[in-house]
């Protein structure tokens, strides 16, 4: 069992940056395949960026956060972060921490992940 949840969100200008944080607690072997998802209203939930680690460490971005987010993990402090810059008014939505036991199938799809935590939101405006 993993509990995670997220810390970071609020408003912010398009141009700004905000920094999201996950704390991580319970099984370890769910922290090795981590990651971010959004759902803005009336939309799916969408992969944002995710770490995985299969023996080595790999990142992935969704193509419309590429170049902007970074995802990042501190393992000494169970906490995984996505550092948003250059933010957007589509970037505005909740923010979810995902994890899962086995880095397998497609990092984007929710339905691959088995702990979530509740829920963080940004909103971009001026």
């Known amino acids: 069992q993993v509990q995670l949840v997220e810390t970071g969100g609020g408003s912010v200008q398009p141009g700004g940056s905000l920094r999201l944080s996950c704390a991580a607690s319970?099984?370890?072997?769910?922290?090795?395949?981590m990651g971010w998802f959004r759902q803005a209203p009336g939309k799916e939930r969408e992969g944002v960026a995710a770490?995985?680690?299969?023996?080595?460490?790999?990142?992935y971005y969704a193509d419309s956060v590429k170049g902007r987010f970074i995802i990042s993990q501190d393992n000494a402090k169970n906490t995984m972060y996505l550092q948003m810059n250059n933010v957007k008014p589509d970037d505005t939505a909740m923010y979810y921490c995902?994890?899962?036991?086995?880095?397998?199938?497609?990092?984007?799809?929710?339905?691959?992940?088995?702990?979530w935590g509740q829920g963080t939101q940004v909103t971009v405006s001026s």
């Open positions: 319970g099984d370890s072997s769910s922290k090795d395949c």
């Open positions: 770490v995985v680690y299969i023996g080595v460490r790999a990142t």
């Open positions: 995902a994890a899962r036991p086995w880095c397998h199938g497609s990092w984007y799809v929710s339905a691959n992940y088995n702990y």
